[in-house]
């Protein structure tokens, strides 16, 4: 692609980083998105590129918002955690204290900190739902109000990976009276000044990029067996791996807070560059210390049943050698590292795999010294 078509600011000893981000567009498919990286609190690298829509020709801009699917999920824990890190939440007590109708079914001592590591056994729903379910908040929340474990909870985790939002921000709402998406604008977003939404103004809708590589069938391209925990999860209700839905008008309006945040590469970065600082941000501490610390250490570890493959979970992130965050089914990244003060966010409106936003990150350890697993 043309050179003229990357725009931001990448500071030269970044250097390889920026031309990282220009490989994923002339040698690794991309068509565009954005990256961030926030080292020792300063913005080293924020690069944007591509198109927005191809269908339109517009271009990715500075405050271009893009769909970035599980990147979403550390979004969804800070809120928790910033009202137990308060006093109105404790995470050693039964959800159903704040959530009443949660204890039914077996859940009645689940406490709230399994909500946050993936280990309440709630990984999908065996009552079928229509995709108008993907809308209402309600009527989820008491399906899974209702909904029995699929493991013994406690015993083992697996990725709650369409309902974690919606686990964690009921919660929230109980206890706060807010919606998750404005306790998020309220407390975190607009403290830290962070671009990252669960539920789109009209004015923020119309800075989406449209998200593309959703034609078709992605479980069944992706040879993922429909029989499996991992497909019988996504798959109910039906649409969440549509484009079709995922860039309609209604998707971006509704809070599905697992997966449907919103956000530029420099907001997911600007998130980890605070967790990565110990809970400030721009001089303005959020969380104390003491929670950054719990939420970026392992909690549980071992084999995750949705993923099939080991995962240690701290609260929302995955934890690795390397640092922690999150990646969404597509290609979008967020990650940090509290040794190496940085907070990264590589975001893509283009699904696929995530060779680009590793070949940045790598580039960006290269350059502050540290080793990736492969």
């Known amino acids: 692609m043309p050179q003229a078509l990357i725009a931001g600011h990448c500071d030269k000893a970044f250097a390889a980083v920026g031309h990282a981000f220009e490989r994923c567009f002339t040698e690794l498919g991309e068509t565009g998105a954005g990256i961030c990286a926030v080292v020792g609190g300063r913005p080293v690298v924020d690069l944007w590129g591509g198109l927005a829509d191809p269908a339109s020709g517009h271009v ?61 056994g709630l990984v999908g729903l065996r009552r079928p739902l229509d995709a108008a379910a993907i809308y209402d908040w309600d009527r989820i929340a008491q399906t899974l109000a209702e909904e029995e474990p699929w493991w013994k909870p406690g015993t083992c985790h697996g ?17 706060s009276g807010r919606s998750i ?3 998020l604008r309220d407390a975190v977003a607009g403290p830290w000044n962070i671009d990252f939404h669960f539920g789109l103004t009209a004015p923020d809708a119309a800075r989406c990029a449209t998200v593309t590589g959703l034609d078709g069938d992605w479980l069944a391209e992706k040879r993922i067996p429909g029989d499996s925990m991992y497909a019988r999860a996504l798959g109910n209700p039906p649409g969440l791996l549509s484009g079709a839905i995922i860039n309609s008008a209604a998707w971006r309006r509704a809070e599905f807070p697992a ?4 956000g530029s590469a420099r907001g997911v970065a600007r998130l980890y560059a605070g967790l990565a600082a110990g809970g400030t941000l721009g ?27 080991h995962v240690s979970w701290g609260f929302g992130v995955q934890i690795e050698p390397d640092g922690f965050g999150m990646a969404g089914v597509g290609g979008s990244l967020g990650w940090g590292s509290v040794e190496h003060d940085f907070g990264f966010a590589y975001v893509t409106a283009h699904m696929a795999d995530h060779d680009r936003a590793l070949a940045c990150y790598r580039s960006l350890a290269d350059t502050l010294g540290f080793a990736v697993d492969p």
């Open 60 to 120: 990715w801009r500075r405050n271009t918002l893009v769909h970035v699917y599980s990147v979403s999920k550390p979004f969804a824990a800070i809120c928790l955690l910033l009202l137990a890190d308060r006093g109105a939440v404790d995470l050693d007590a039964p959800v159903a204290r704040y959530w009443p109708e949660f204890g039914q079914a077996g859940k009645a001592e689940i406490p709230v900190r399994w909500l946050l590591t993936h280990q309440a």
């Open 159 to 175: 990725e709650h990976a369409w309902f974690y939002g919606h686990l964690v921000g009921e919660v929230v709402r109980r206890v």
């Open 181 to 183: 998406g404005a306790y």
């Open 259 to 262: 997966i449907n945040g919103h």
């Open 283 to 309: 001089g303005r501490r959020l969380l104390s210390s003491e929670m950054v610390a719990q939420a970026v250490s392992v909690q549980t570890a071992g084999l995750d049943l949705l993923l099939e493959r």
